[in-house]
């Protein structure tokens, strides 16, 4: 929570001075897709190990291969990564081809009677009906139905009332080990990630809206200023998280709006009784969830046209994903770009030219 409470309060302070602003600007595009990159396919590795073993989540440990059937088996996972990308495909953001008026313009033109014409517009309307489905809520309450068919005995652990909420005391050696342990490795991972890639990848998502660098870097900064003192976990917005909202059809705030409600509203409402729930939910089920999102995170970078492009993000994305640090990619990063330009430069007018034209021979 001290660690919280840091690095919220650093950026905090980047947001309003404007320095956030200036670091958004320094940092190339190509730098941020290689730490989206590496964030997708980290969260993406991690699902596929949620989904292929059994989970000791506390402890993040495998305990074995996860069993075909059950009800919390390969197979309802398999079923349920099946039945996302038939709703959602790769995530366009119009799904399938009904409303299309061209399609419709095509269909008519060959359409050969009014029998077939009225088999094309009911299968139209059931398209329609399918795209439209919520997937991730569906697959979501599937997942808590499952819990309490898994474990009867929830139910009786259930306790209405919120839980009580108190000002934490620190100590100085708490303070000192957030800072050190919690803020210094964090604060790099934070920027990118919480602040500059959910600027970046919400100006992908919606080009036609403008986005503020300085008021996500205080929001985040606000979040863990407040909550950590009475207990609560460190928060951030998130690059994973908002691809994992959009893949899943959340194209306004209203939805963020909506979800924030729902969760008061199960704090209020059940309080700690809340997590017992949420211990017992399938992680098969919550692996494939996470799959999507991580893949959709990873897709940003499919704009790195260039080979010089490409090649600093996939560096970045490598030392990233070996060295478990989004820090150290970031940094290897910034120097091989920084080379390359130099490069680039120097090719511009080589060195031996420099020289022959200084030299008096």
Same mark, same amino acid.
Request: proline share 4%; glycine share 12%.
């Given at each position: 929570?001290?660690?919280?409470?840091?690095?919220?309060?650093?950026?905090?302070?980047?947001?309003?001075?404007?320095?956030?602003?200036?670091?958004?600007? %320094?940092? *190339?595009?190509? &730098?941020?897709?290689?730490?989206?990159?590496?964030?997708?396919?980290?969260?993406?590795?991690?699902?596929?190990?949620?989904?292929?073993? &059994?989970?000791?989540?506390?402890?993040?440990?495998?305990?074995?291969?996860?069993?075909?059937? =059950?009800?919390?088996?390969?197979?309802?996972?398999? &079923?349920?990564?099946?039945?996302?990308?038939?709703?959602?495909?790769?995530?366009?953001?119009?799904?399938?081809?009904?409303?299309?008026?061209?399609?419709?313009?095509?269909?008519?033109?060959?359409?050969?009677?009014?029998?077939?014409?009225?088999?094309?517009?009911?299968?139209?309307?059931?398209?329609?009906?399918?795209?439209?489905? *919520?997937?991730?809520?569906?697959?979501?309450?599937?997942?808590?139905?499952?819990?309490?068919?898994?474990?009867?005995?929830? %139910?009786?652990? %259930?306790?209405?009332?919120?839980?009580?909420?108190?000002?934490?005391?620190?100590?100085?050696?708490?303070?000192?080990?957030?800072?050190?342990?919690?803020?210094?490795?964090?604060?790099?991972?934070?920027?990118?990630?919480?602040?500059?890639?959910?600027?970046?990848?919400?100006?992908?998502?919606?080009?036609?809206?403008? $986005?503020?660098?300085?008021?996500?870097?205080?929001?985040?900064?606000?979040?863990?200023?407040?909550?950590?003192? $009475?207990?609560?976990?460190?928060?951030?917005?998130?690059?994973?998280?908002?691809?994992?909202?959009?893949?899943?059809?959340?194209?306004?705030?209203?939805?963020?709006?909506?979800?924030?409600?729902?969760?008061?509203?199960?704090?209020?409402?059940? =309080?700690?009784?809340?997590?017992?729930?949420?211990?017992?939910?399938?992680?098969?089920?919550?692996?494939?969830?996470?799959?999507?999102?991580? %893949?959709?995170?990873?897709?940003?970078?499919?704009?790195?046209?260039?080979?010089?492009?490409?090649?600093?993000?996939?560096?970045?994305?490598? &030392?990233?994903?070996?060295?478990?640090?989004?820090?150290?990619? $970031?940094?290897?990063?910034?120097?091989?770009?920084?080379?390359?330009?130099?490069?680039?430069?120097?090719?511009?007018? *080589?060195?031996?030219?420099?020289?022959?034209?200084?030299? *008096?021979?």
């Amino acid at each position: 929570m001290t660690a919280g409470i840091l690095t919220g309060g650093t950026l905090f302070v980047l947001g309003i001075t404007g320095l956030m602003q200036l670091v958004y600007k %320094i940092i *190339p595009l190509s &730098v941020v897709r290689g730490i989206q990159l590496a964030q997708g396919l980290s969260f993406a590795l991690t699902a596929v190990k949620y989904v292929r073993n &059994v989970q000791d989540l506390p402890k993040s440990k495998s305990l074995g291969q996860r069993p075909w059937f =059950g009800l919390d088996g390969l197979v309802l996972a398999i &079923v349920c990564a099946c039945f996302i990308v038939i709703v959602n495909g790769a995530g366009e953001k119009n799904r399938g081809c009904c409303g299309d008026p061209q399609s419709d313009d095509l269909d008519g033109q060959t359409q050969k009677s009014d029998n077939e014409s009225g088999r094309k517009s009911k299968m139209n309307r059931l398209r329609k009906i399918l795209f439209s489905l *919520p997937s991730a809520l569906l697959v979501f309450v599937l997942g808590i139905v499952l819990v309490f068919i898994r474990k009867h005995e929830v %139910i009786h652990e %259930i306790k209405f009332g919120p839980s009580s909420i108190e000002v934490v005391k620190f100590t100085k050696h708490a303070w000192k080990k957030g800072f050190i342990k919690g803020a210094i490795p964090q604060l790099p991972l934070s920027v990118l990630n919480s602040v500059i890639a959910v600027c970046k990848l919400s100006t992908d998502l919606f080009p036609e809206k403008e $986005f503020s660098v300085t008021s996500i870097s205080v929001t985040v900064g606000l979040m863990n200023l407040v909550g950590s003192w $009475f207990g609560a976990m460190p928060t951030c917005h998130g690059a994973g998280g908002l691809a994992g909202q959009y893949k899943f059809g959340g194209r306004s705030g209203g939805c963020v709006a909506l979800l924030g409600v729902a969760k008061l509203v199960l704090g209020l409402v059940l =309080g700690t009784s809340l997590a017992h729930i949420l211990k017992m939910f399938p992680v098969g089920i919550l692996g494939v969830l996470l799959l999507f999102a991580g %893949i959709e995170l990873a897709m940003c970078a499919r704009d790195m046209n260039s080979k010089e492009d490409s090649f600093v993000a996939l560096i970045c994305t490598a &030392v990233s994903l070996v060295g478990s640090s989004a820090a150290l990619g $970031f940094l290897v990063g910034m120097i091989v770009y920084v080379i390359l330009k130099l490069r680039n430069w120097t090719t511009d007018k *080589p060195l031996s030219c420099i020289w022959n034209q200084k030299s *008096p021979n």
